[in-house]
Structure formats: C-alpha cells, structure tokens
C-alpha cells in the first residue's frame, strides 16, 4: 500500500507538473493539456511503430514537436485573450478537445496503441513487486522535479519565469517580455507534459478517452495544492495518490476516483486557493 | 458522306439505348434499396467493426442479386448514425435524438446493432414501438427480456442477440471446467463499474456462492481507472486461485500487466476487451499468456470445428482486415442475413408481417444456429443447434486456443506460468 501509493503519487505529480508550470507563470489555464499528452504518446507511438525510428528518438521528436505546438497555442491564439480568464479557458479547452477528436477520427481507437515497457519485469520493494517501469517513473518525477528547480533558479529564463510569476508588470520594467516566457511557459509545461506521456501511458494503451481524465486529475491535482505552486501540486499528488489506495483497500475501489474528486470540492469549499495556493489568499483572508 | 455520318450516329444510339435495356429485361428490375440503419455508438472498436461486417453482409447480399420481396428484387443499403453512446458523459436523450434523426432523416426499413449502452436500448425500446421500427440489437442488458415481457405487444419490434446472463452462464461453466481440472474453489472478482458488467459481475457471485466457492473478494473500478495493485495484493494474500475480470475500457491492459509483474498465483479468466483481438499478442507480449477470455459469440474468433464462424472471419479478414473485438461484429453480420431472410419469406417489408417471420427464425450463422424465444435468441453449448458463445486461452507464441465448449474446444486448459 506504501509502495504504490507513493508511486501513483509520482504519476499524479508527472500529469500535473506541466499544468502547474505554465498557470504558475502566465496564468493560463491550459484545458488543451489532456489533448497534448495524448498527442505527445501518438505521435512517439507513430515515429516508433510506423516510421521505425528508435524509440529515445521517438520520445525527443514528440516532445519537440507537442512544446512547438504549445508556443503556437499561445502565440497564434492566446496571445488575442490575455486577461480574459474565461475565454483563455474556452478556448484551450476547444484546442484540446480538437486535438483528442481528431485523433479519434483518424484512428486512434482500438487496443492496439501502445508504448512498449523501457525495461520488462518487476522488483520486489518492502516484499512487494513492482514493474520496473513504475519505478522508472519514480526516477523520471524525482529527475524532472530537480531539473525544473534548478531552471527556474539557477538559469536566466528561469528567473525570468519567477519574475513574471511574481508580478508581472514589475519584471517588464526590467526588461523582461511577459508575453515571450508566457509563450516559454506553455511550450515547456507541453513538453513535461509530453514526457509524463511517454513514461506513463506504456503501463496502458494510448485512448482518447485518456486524455479527459488526465485533464481532469491535473486540475484536481492543481486545485487541491494550488494551481500555481509546485511544492503544492507535490503534496496534493501524494495525498490524491494515498488516498486512492487507502480507499480501494479498506473501503471500496469503485470509489478511488470519486474520493479524489470529493476531496477537490473539500479543499475548494475550505481554502479556495488550494492547500500551498496564494492567488486568492488575502482575497479568502478578507 | 454526311447521310452515312448521320447513320453511323444512329446506330450507335441506339446500341447505347437498347443495350442497358435488353440487360434490364433480362434482370428482375431493382426497385428501391431496401434501408438497413445502424444507430451506434461508431467511434467505438465494437460498434465500428459490427459497421463493417453489416457493409459486408450487405455487399454478399447485393452481389448476389439483392432481395426478393413479392415480385421485386431490391438492393441493400446500410445508413449509419453516430449515438455517441459509448462515450463518456454523453446523455441517454442525445443518443434517442440521435436515433430519431435516423428514423425521420433516413427512413430506414429496419434497424440492426442498435445503440452499444444498455440504458439508451432500454429507453430506445418505446423509440422502436412508436415508429413500428423492427430492429435486431445486441447490447447485453438482462433488462431487456423484462422490459419485452411487460408488454410483448408494445414492443414486438424489438428483438435481441446477447445478454449478460449467458455470459454469466458460460463463465460459471468455464469455473466448473477449472474446478474439475485443477481443484479451484477460491476466486477474486473484478469488475468495471458499469451496469452490464456489475450484472455479470454481481450473477458470477451468487452462483459461486451457491457452488461452494469461496468468493475471497469482490471489487468494482470506475472506468478509467488506472491501477490495479490493491485488487492484486488482495487475491494475492487471500490464495485466491481464480480472478474473473469483467472489463471493456482499454485501461484494463494495466491489470494483467500487474497480474504478471505481482506474480499472482491464480489464473486469469473472464473478460477483457483489450485482449479480444488477435493483435492482443503483439500488444502485449507474453504478459496475457494463460488469460482465458470469453469471446461473446462465435465467429468473432475462428472455429476449426465449425466452419460458418472461420467463413465469416475470414471474409472480413479479406475485405477489413483483421478484426480487434470480442462481440458484435459477427452477430451484426448475422443480423442482416436473418433479416433478409424474413424479408423474403413475408415477400414485404410491412413491420408486422417482418416480426412474426424474425419470430420463426431458424438460421445457421456464424455465431451458431439462431432461433429466437421470447424475441431473445436462444443460446447454448452446440453450434449446431443454438448460437455460442467461446472461451478461449492465450497459449505460447500468441496462439487464440479455443477451450470451451467441448463441442469446439481445440486443446486442454493450461495453467499460466505463475502457477506452475
């Protein structure tokens, strides 16, 4: 139960972590997220199965052209919506469900669709086994996560990302262009999100249908940690993740999922910002 | 030159004019195609490959001259509306819209297939009844005899080819085979979260119960869920010998591929959708090797000793390629042969007349022979006299073994790896 629940937090964390990044920078709350991760996995799926390239290459080509795309969202579309909330959403939203349908209609159905295993076979851990692609998954979260802290502190675009992440009007009086690290943000929070893909979806098979549960555990993530904050995406991962297994062991797995919904409406209903959110806390503290 | 230009030119009219008819008077003349619609859910695998089967049978049928009805011999012709069924989160009352467009938009003669959900077919029923709409559909709802035999004059139009209870019916047959062989009487199940499968899931407990099994655990996971592992450590722990799964979402890959990396010590038999096909194996390896998958009718996998269910595999092997599902295409295909047959023998496509000639169906198709009790066909064990359903077991080198019945049943029940 220890085991797998952290390990289910750790596939959790990898679905939000892109989510998080690019609403914790531009404010944009990416719904195309689901859509890109699942056209992150076809498109590796394609380059491997159908092209024959090598598998590493596969990955490298999908996670480039899906971050290109993200840059495209923004700079062709939301670049005309920046402010309006609701639209910024509609219109991701719209993106995303295009890109899933899309990919329904050219074909995308059936069982056949999936990322073969890195390496086959389990471990024990604790006196449990576990496939080594889990594990895998463990190292790539623990790997991205320590990537993505030392980008945005130790390099000049990462400081960029904090500084319009802070306030954005007072990085443009140094100089700093809002909208290119908005673009920055949505083309890197693509690609993290493509490479939770291409970790994740060998344990399954690659569905459309996928792609609007994965939307819907990042923003259930995102709104239980807070949307903006990666320390709070972290935590909400591994509580959702405990919490999953805690219930399909002692209480019934059919509510796995509901719990993890319920537990988003708890956290909305008593701290609107999430538990490590600061967008609307002084807002609540009034 | 120019008389003779001008006599040329007539000649050759008139060879263009008499030619198509002196072909149409030696053919019966084709009056208005007969009009099959198929309201499903298509962007699903099952209802996508049934679509095809139907275009198959329909394209065998019209090549063969078309239908006789009377005096007239008619064409084929298939209509097909997207329910959306099958989809997520999609209403009952968009999928009855659908079905309506179809009736008034297509004016189809005759539905078969139907919608995929047992709630929409059970709410598409008095859709039928109001336009005297005969159809032929398949989603597996026990609820459909009940809700036939509440009314049989209301819904006399409605006639069905599957139900959950059969399955139940097969699976409980399949334990006793494995009880037999092997001495299990400790199972797990494991089912989705969904009405047709909790039925299955829900008959295959109280018959165990009723057996003498000791039923070790019993879980239900929302579709789409992704992990699996509790399930595992459970029937693990507990010395389960046998899970039963009752799966159609693709996720369901991910709970053999844990079966295998957990090293669970019980066989695997049931039903999972994602390793229906014969693709299963290239998808995932040796990891399904010794599932025992129940595939719901015959001829959705072929028989070596019955030779309708390899005919029609094959024929849509050779015109679609192969086929990746477990149920509905090959009683789809048919469906349409039944149907014309009703045709022909009414000589009429009058709704009434066509519902009591489908009552006195007596077919021999690809999924067994077909009759037809209570507006439900009549299942069992022989292909030679009703229609079947198959397990069969995933054996070394991607090999579909046909296990059960023992009327097509092509080799013994081998214990997977984890067991041995």
Redesign the interface.
Known sequence: MLVYGFINGTIYALIALGFSITFGVSRVANFAHGGLYILGGALTWYSLVKLGLPYFLSAILAVVAVGFLGALIYRVLLIRLRGLELSEVITTFAVGIVILELLRSMGLMGYEYRLPLFVEGSVDIFGVPVGIQRIIIVVVGAALLLALYLFVHHTKVGLAFRGVAQEEHTALSVGINPDRVSLLSLSIGSMICVISAVFILPLGTISVDDGYDVLIKALAVCIIGGLESTIGVIAASFIIGYIEVLTATYISSSYTMVVALASMLFILLVKPSGLFGKSKEIEERV | MSTFFIRITVFVLAVFLLVPAMSNAASPAKGEPIIIGMPSSL???EA?EALKAIKLAAEEINAKGGVKVGNAVRLLKVEEMETRDM??GVPISDALLAIEKLFLEKKPHAVVLGPSRSEVLLAAMDLYAQYKMVSINVAMTPKFIEKYTQNPEKYKYCFRMGDARYVVGYLTKVMEKLKQDFGFTKVYI?VQ?VLWSTAIGDGMKGWFEKNKWEVKGY????T????F???M??AKQSGAQVIVPIFDM??S??LV??WK???VPAIMAGFI?????S??W???GDKIEGIINVVFQAGNIPLKKYEPSTKFYEAYKKRWGEQ?SGHMPSEAYDSVYLLVQAIERAGSLDPDKLVKELEKTDFVGSIGRIKFKDHQFIFGDDPKTSAIAVAYQWKKGGRRVPVFPNSIAEERIDKPSSMK
């Open positions: 962007k699903s695998l996508s989809e997520p494991v979260d879980d239900k996971y929302p789409g869920a992704s992990d592992s509790s399930t450590m459970k693709h996720n890959g991910i591929q844990q990396e957990m090293k959708s994602p390793l229906m096909g693709k299963a290239t998808t995932f990746q």
